[in-house]
Nanobody, 114 residues
């Protein structure tokens, strides 16, 4: 079973940047579309960015133009570059397939101060 470990979160000011990483165990990572999710306090988990095996990407409207998802299949690692962060981006961030096929990791917390 694939294990996912997210890292890179932290506290930043509005307008700042962070780069999240998701390390996946196992070689099946490269065979799957992957996504970044976030869950703010009291809200449902939402998918904010997806990258397919082909490299095609999709973004939620709320992050389009500010977030960039990428992957390094050789390292079994998924990334999320987050720029121009806003307080509404504050959430726990998780990675998984678009269907949530793998066991969820613990996530990494992002806090954006105003």
């Amino acid at each position: 079973q694939v294990q996912l470990v997210e890292s890179g979160g932290g506290l930043v000011q509005t307008g700042g940047s962070l780069r999240l990483s998701c390390a996946a165990s196992g070689s099946v990572f490269r065979l799957n579309a992957m996504g970044w999710y976030r869950q703010a306090p009291g809200k449902q988990r939402e998918l904010v960015a997806t990258i397919f095996v082909s490299g095609t990407t999709n973004y939620a409207d709320s992050v389009k133009g500010r977030f960039t998802i990428s992957r390094d299949n050789a390292k079994n690692t998924l990334y999320l570059q987050m720029n121009n962060l806003k307080p509404e981006d504050t959430a726990d961030y998780y990675c998984n397939t678009p269907r949530g096929s793998f066991i969820w990791g613990r996530g990494t917390q992002v806090t954006v101060s105003s």
